[in-house]
């Protein structure tokens, strides 16, 4: 008799070409309209990623981290959640950020330095970004210890890149979240470099494998098929809510563009790499299964272009338009309560500023 096959080490439930596959661990139930719906996410997002690289290009963002090629990793995972979750993001989760229904012009007025983070976390249970690699992991375990205590029936999910996996704060988090059998959820983006420096200069094993140095599971999901993603990730949560732990998903994904668009990653990678990813694009794969199983027509795709158009011309036009805070905003928020020095320095900076009228 033969022994049973073990489950292959990437889930995948949709392929490249756009066919629909099952897993033993994993099975997802779409209506054609919610197949639908995660393909328009994906094409908005995409959209809006699109208009802020031009944006920035054109000097009127002062920098911007794309998503490109990691669509269906934010998106699967985003639409997981419940509205009680909480998701911590990077600064690259434009489309959790989506999915959470933050409205894409709060991200832009960041990188464009009027605000400082315009949306509520708590408005949305989404987080502020956090630009210090690896500290918004820490932060996720904190909350969901708090979540335990409250008994509340919810989850955290922070998101971090394969990079940040070297970082100290992800390492005391896993051991955190592992001791106190926090309700987290670790999606690591795995997109193939921490800025310049590939993925074997980061770790010996796959990334997903550390999880069981830390006492709870790991799983590597394709982090091009948003299927895959969604039925990941809402596994994921469901154990934690239910009091089983953490789990460490990676994402198995690329990143098509720059780090920033401060970078140049034609310096430390090769084109035929680019080329071979780009043929698992996670938008053309949802496209060909739509098409496969003629769940939609070209009406349908023609109408979600137009909207994605018309979403991109209406945030640059929303962009152009933010007003430049006054000098002296930069000292609002920064304590709770008023305080001495700040208003001491606050005034030194308006007669500094005074100084230049004329």
């Known amino acids: 008799m033969t022994a049973p096959m073990a489950p292959p080490e990437l889930v995948q439930l949709l392929t490249p070409e756009g066919e629909r596959v099952e897993h033993p661990d994993y099975e997802i139930d779409l209506t054609a309209e919610e197949v639908r719906s995660l393909y328009r996410d994906l094409v908005l997002v995409r959209r809006i990623d699109l208009e802020a690289v031009a944006l920035q290009r054109q000097g009127e963002l002062g920098l911007w981290a794309s998503l490109l090629g990691q669509e ?3 998106v699967g995972s985003g639409r997981a959640l419940t509205d009680a979750d909480m998701a911590f993001p990077t600064y690259r989760e434009h489309g959790v950020a989506w999915c959470r229904d933050v409205d894409p012009l709060h991200l832009l007025s960041l990188f464009r330095g009027v605000n400082h983070g315009g949306w509520d976390p708590q408005e949305h249970n989404f987080h502020l970004y956090s630009i210090v690699i690896g500290s918004q992991t820490l932060h996720a375990v904190g909350y969901a210890m708090g979540i335990q205590r409250d008994g509340a029936e919810a989850a955290t999910i922070v998101y971090f890149g394969d990079g940040a996996t070297s970082q100290g704060d ?12 926090a309700p987290v959820v670790f999606f690591c983006q795995n997109n193939q470099w921490a800025i310049s420096e590939p993925l074997e200069k980061q770790s010996r094993i796959p990334l997903y494998k550390r999880a069981s140095g830390f006492g709870f599971p790991g799983v590597r999901v394709d982090g091009n098929d948003v299927f895959a993603c969604l039925a990941v990730t809402r596994k994921a949560l469901a154990a934690a809510r239910a009091g ?18 401060s970078d140049d990653p034609t310096r430390y990678r090769v084109a035929d790499e680019l080329e ?4 698992k694009d996670p938008i053309e794969r949802v496209k060909a299964y739509l098409f496969r199983g003629q769940l939609a027509d070209q009406e349908f795709f023609d109408k979600v272009e137009a909207e994605a158009d018309a979403l991109g011309k209406e945030l640059r036009r929303r962009c152009l338009a933010l007003p430049d805070p006054a ?8 304590y709770a309560e008023p305080h001495a020095l700040m208003a001491e320095e606050r005034e030194q900076y308006l007669t500094y500023l005074a100084g230049f009228e004329r």
């Open 72 to 74: 269906a990793a934010q």
């Open 244 to 261: 089983q732990g953490p789990t460490l998903v990676e994402a198995f994904t690329y990143r098509m563009g720059a780090h920033t668009t």
């Open 276 to 279: 071979a990813w780009k043929l």
């Open 327 to 334: 000098p002296e905003a930069i000292f609002q928020h920064v």
């Open 170 to 181: 992800v390492n005391e988090a896993f051991i955190w979240a592992s001791v106190f059998n």
